[in-house]
């Protein structure tokens, strides 16, 4: 006896998803970040990111010596102590970014499960390019690779599109360039701070703190600043803020270039200034928590504040990054599967 239509209709889904499930992944791609907490950890994993021209566009004659010679033994012990400040115990613990990376892809794994969801990292492990080359030996096919960088740079997602156009032995890719105004993350982020508010009551100001980037690569064409703007702009305006309510500004400058104005520390040191002694501060360019974020706002820069308060009561609020919560696990979901329904 023949089936009926429906019934029919879904055991041909379900032998489409079988076929898809064996040759098609989503790799979500992170900065990366130190395996430990350690000098020889950062200063490997340092080495390895701004050792990218991506990152540093410096002579490479000029760079590398200056880089290996002076920045890393300088820098390595100071950095591993802000990491171990915020190190992540228990068996699924290390580092934050890392931490939230590997629950996040669960996480989507859990919206796709006729894909494969792996994570990967540009620098540092799991590698992206080992990742790939893991696909191609378990049968897949084809992977659309979402960076998570909600704001396109040729320092990072173009870095990551560097590895994909050198990857010779993995599966076919599709790059995910940027989702800075897709209207699900964008109400996923205001919702996420509409919740904070909710339970913690509102703070005087909202800021928004995007990681910073030389002017000069702005000034050649890189659209980061620009998405950032946009993103920032359409998340306070789900939020119904008005203008004066929300400022933009960008942290995590080094080196002697001149960055992205306004700094995340010359704003907050204003607004202390000016009287505010209860602001919020949201980094919607960090899907995930990291050093950036938990380290340099919600310590370090909330330290500064209360500092230039000059008032005992004075406080930086930071509301988490999206991490590995449901809503942001549905967002990547539909920009993963948009991606797959788009490929040529």
Same mark, same amino acid.
């Given at each position: 006896?023949?089936?009926?239509?429906?019934?029919?209709?879904?055991?041909?889904?379900?032998?489409?998803?079988?076929?898809?499930?064996?040759?098609?992944?989503?790799?979500?791609?992170?900065?990366?970040?130190?395996?430990?907490?350690?000098?020889? =950890?950062? @200063?490997?994993?340092?080495?390895?990111?701004?050792?990218? *021209? &991506?990152? /540093?566009? !410096? #002579?490479?004659?000029?760079?590398?010596?200056?880089l290996?010679?002076?920045?890393?033994?300088?820098r390595?012990?100071?950095?591993?102590?802000?990491?171990?400040?915020i190190?992540?115990?228990g068996?699924?613990?290390?580092?934050?970014?890392?931490?939230y990376?590997?629950?996040?892809?669960?996480?989507?794994?859990?919206?796709?499960?006729?894909?494969?969801?792996?994570?990967?990292?540009?620098?540092?492990?799991?590698?992206l =390019?080992? @990742?790939?080359?893991?696909l191609?030996?378990?049968?897949? *096919? &084809?992977? /659309?690779? !979402? #960076?998570l960088?909600?704001?396109?740079?040729?320092?990072?997602?173009?870095?990551?599109?560097?590895?994909?156009?050198?990857?010779?032995?993995?599966?076919?890719?599709?790059?995910?360039?940027?989702?800075?105004?897709?209207?699900?993350?964008?109400?996923?982020?205001?919702?996420?701070?509409?919740?904070?508010?909710?339970?913690?009551g509102?703070?005087?100001?909202?800021?928004?703190?995007?990681?910073?980037?030389?002017?000069?690569?702005?000034?050649?064409?890189?659209?980061?600043?620009?998405?950032?703007?946009?993103?920032?702009?359409a998340?306070?305006?789900?939020?119904g803020?008005?203008?004066?309510?929300?400022?933009?500004?960008?942290?995590?400058?080094?080196?002697?270039?001149?960055?992205?104005?306004?700094?995340?520390?010359?704003?907050?040191?204003?607004?202390?200034?000016?009287?505010v002694?209860?602001?919020?501060?949201?980094?919607?360019g960090?899907?995930?928590?990291?050093?950036?974020?938990?380290?340099?706002?919600?310590?370090?820069?909330?330290?500064?504040?209360?500092?230039?308060?000059?008032?005992?009561?004075?406080?930086?609020?930071?509301?988490?990054?999206?991490?590995?919560?449901r809503?942001?696990?549905?967002?990547?979901?539909?920009?993963?599967?948009?991606?797959?329904?788009?490929?040529?």
């Amino acid at each position: 006896m023949q089936a009926p239509a429906s019934i029919a209709a879904t055991g041909e889904s379900k032998a489409t998803d079988t076929r898809q499930a064996a040759d098609t992944a989503v790799v979500l791609v992170n900065l990366g970040t130190p395996d430990a907490a350690t000098p020889a =950890a950062v @200063r490997r994993y340092l080495a390895e990111f701004l050792s990218d *021209r &991506r990152v /540093v566009s !410096l #002579p490479r004659a000029l760079w590398l010596p200056l880089l290996h010679l002076v920045i890393l033994p300088l820098r390595a012990k100071v950095v591993s102590r802000k990491y171990a400040s915020i190190w992540v115990a228990g068996d699924d613990g290390g580092s934050p970014l890392a931490v939230y990376t590997r629950r996040l892809a669960r996480a989507l794994q859990d919206e796709l499960p006729h894909l494969r969801v792996i994570d990967a990292m540009r620098y540092g492990t799991p590698s992206l =390019a080992s @990742r790939l080359r893991q696909l191609r030996a378990e049968g897949v *096919r &084809r992977a /659309v690779v !979402l #960076p998570l960088y909600p704001q396109y740079s040729t320092t990072t997602t173009a870095s990551v599109g560097d590895v994909l156009a050198g990857a010779e032995d993995g599966p076919q890719t599709r790059l995910i360039d940027d989702y800075h105004l897709d209207p699900g993350w964008v109400e996923t982020v205001a919702a996420s701070i509409r919740d904070y508010r909710s339970r913690h009551g509102s703070g005087e100001h909202l800021l928004f703190s995007f990681h910073g980037l030389p002017q000069r690569l702005v000034d050649a064409g890189d659209p980061y600043a620009d998405q950032c703007q946009a993103s920032a702009r359409a998340i306070a305006r789900c939020l119904g803020l008005a203008d004066d309510a929300w400022t933009l500004s960008y942290q995590s400058r080094f080196g002697r270039d001149r960055w992205l104005e306004p700094s995340t520390q010359g704003t907050l040191r204003a607004l202390a200034g000016r009287g505010v002694r209860k602001v919020d501060v949201v980094a919607p360019g960090f899907p995930v928590d990291c050093i950036e974020t938990l380290e340099e706002v919600a310590m370090m820069l909330a330290e500064d504040f209360a500092a230039h308060a000059g008032d005992a009561g004075a406080t930086l609020r930071y509301i988490p990054c999206l991490n590995d919560s449901r809503a942001h696990a549905r967002v990547l979901a539909a920009l993963a599967n948009h991606r797959l329904e788009t490929w040529h």
